[in-house]
């Protein structure tokens, strides 16, 4: 490894000044004159001299990282919303430090508490399912640390949130259902204490009842992990009471709607109607093709990151209690409509265009 | 931010011990008695101290991260091998630290450049499409930070590699294709300096050979970037010449193969027959499912792990030469299959039991 103490003692002694000097010209200090800062600039970039970041960070308390606390990675809205934040980022020449929870909240708290140590400026975090414990995010605010949260937040403890329009997104989701229809409609979605979650529901809630639709706690069924949601759910769609709809609160819900139709042979839509938010790429592609709330996943990355920098850059215009809100669009496909025994290619063009 | 040097003075205050000797007891050094250990790690705790990494780093050299450098996020592939390292990681108590290069060379140069500060303790890259330039690399091995290459690699520069079989994978695939008919066949692939684009293009042709198929210069086609690839490939399937069967070097080829097969109505697979490599969540389910050749994502990156935190702990047995190789697995699905119109659940079924 290379080590910065020789580099300025040789850049020192090839100009011959003293170390210090060249240390404090390299941080570009006003008390060096600006012939000897070029000197010690020609001769460093000369050498390929690197400053070691823990020694500079130390000096100037800046890691010029940002970390991002995702809940799971193999997911095309984290992704997305990873290309936002790093494009904010690179624009104000930061690095940006992916951890994933792995939707474990003991994971959620050692990063957390690792965070809390100096290593990054700032933090972007989406919350796991598995807690609503936030005694952890308390420590990183009370150590001054700028914290923004997005999507999956907890609105409560004074931090800015960015998020989409959770509950009026799933309104008109479910009423699109209705309207094609659907009058038992199962709503599936990750744990309740996740704000995504609740929000999300309720907005199924309130459309069905503006609907006269039954709804009780048969409405909703609650994922806590994939292996058990997956049996619980095709007990669900083969029994006697199967739902006609299924509105996936998040994607990967909707895939294991997908597979187990293809097991069972269950026919997407004439028998079962289904809709999930979601950012999947093959979202078009699946037979049938998959109707999608398409969350706006890339601006609400960048978003969150630009009000973290302006915390960083301690800019006065932040208020904590800033809540930003990106709405979702609706982009209807074969899942969803007619009674269709196999995917048309007419219908998917009138969903592909609306998304142009 | 919580600073060090005031947490070290109050534990040696309250303990009536000087700071040098907390700062010792808190290295665990043998220099200080079980007893006085005791003491301060139990004060520690309570005072919720953390130390600070930056100064930790400089004292031990260490930086207890490891980062890995990929070309692009939203890919299935990659993500599975970051869960693989993250896996090994974990054990190991070190953080990831995830840069993602776009697939351009000036961002992997400026992240090598980076991480030859001492950010990390050691590096795991996938190369980037855009360049062959190996100098920034050369680099980082000169400073000493250990180095593993994973699925896209530099062989020549004395580096372990984790790879699959990509030329063995690759000729079975090619195979595949004209047992199910097909004879005029083209290879999409990423630029040719790439070690996956050489190799299986290499397959590719040995198998066509094998059959007395024609290669030439029409037999592949290299994705520069997507756009021109997308119309140059359009131009393909619908002119006169139009290939029978596309074997796709890589995931998000196949996936603009089923867009523009979509837009201009060809059908998979009686008009066109389509494989991938690819680690697809959702190929099963598409219209019709994708036959992929199925990488060993997570044992890949577990592998590349566990040998570059067998260089960070100088362990002897590491020979920079070694290249590991973990097998692929082809997946025929319907999109290779028959001369169906539409996707058949039983074939499906046939496909998916032989995933298991």
Known sequence: ??????????????????????????????????????????????????????????????????????????????????????????????????????????????????????????????????????????????????????DRVYEEIGVPTVTTNDYEASFAATEHLIQQGCKHILHVCLPLHLSISRKRLEGFCAAMKKYGLLVDSHSWLVADDMESFYRALETRLIGNCAPDGIFASVEKLAITVYHICQKRGIRIPDQLKVLAFSNLETAALLAPPLTTVTQPAFEMGKKAAE????????????????????????????????????????????AMNAEK
Chains 1, 2 share one sequence.
């Not at 799971?72 to 690179?90: C, K, Q, S």
């Not at 209690?321 to 196999?342: C, D, F, K, M, N």
């Open 1 to 150: 490894m290379m080590s910065e103490k020789i580099d300025l003692r040789r850049i020192a002694r090839e100009l011959n000044i003293s170390v210090s000097t060249v240390s404090r010209a390299l941080r570009d200090s006003h008390e060096i004159s600006v012939e000897t800062k070029q000197k010690v600039f020609a001769l460093a970039h000369q050498l390929n001299y690197v400053p070691n970041p823990y020694a500079s960070s130390l000096r100037r308390q800046k890691s010029k990282t940002i970390g991002v606390i995702l809940p799971e990675l193999p997911n095309n809205f984290f992704t997305h919303v990873v290309n936002g934040i790093e494009y904010v980022a690179r624009q104000k020449d930061y690095h940006v430090l992916i951890y994933i929870t792995h939707e474990q909240a003991s994971q959620e708290k050692a990063l957390i508490r690792h965070l809390q140590s100096g290593r990054v400026d700032g933090v972007l975090a989406s919350v796991c399912a598995q807690t609503n414990d936030i005694e952890h995010f308390l420590g990183l605010i009370q150590l001054g640390i700028p914290l923004v949260f997005f």
């Open 307 to 350: 009000i973290l920098f302006r915390k960083i850059e301690k800019r006065r215009e932040i208020f904590e209690e800033q809540h930003y809100v990106i709405p979702s669009a609706l982009i209807a496909r074969a899942s969803t409509l007619g009674r269709l025994s196999y995917p048309k290619f007419s219908e998917e063009h009138v």
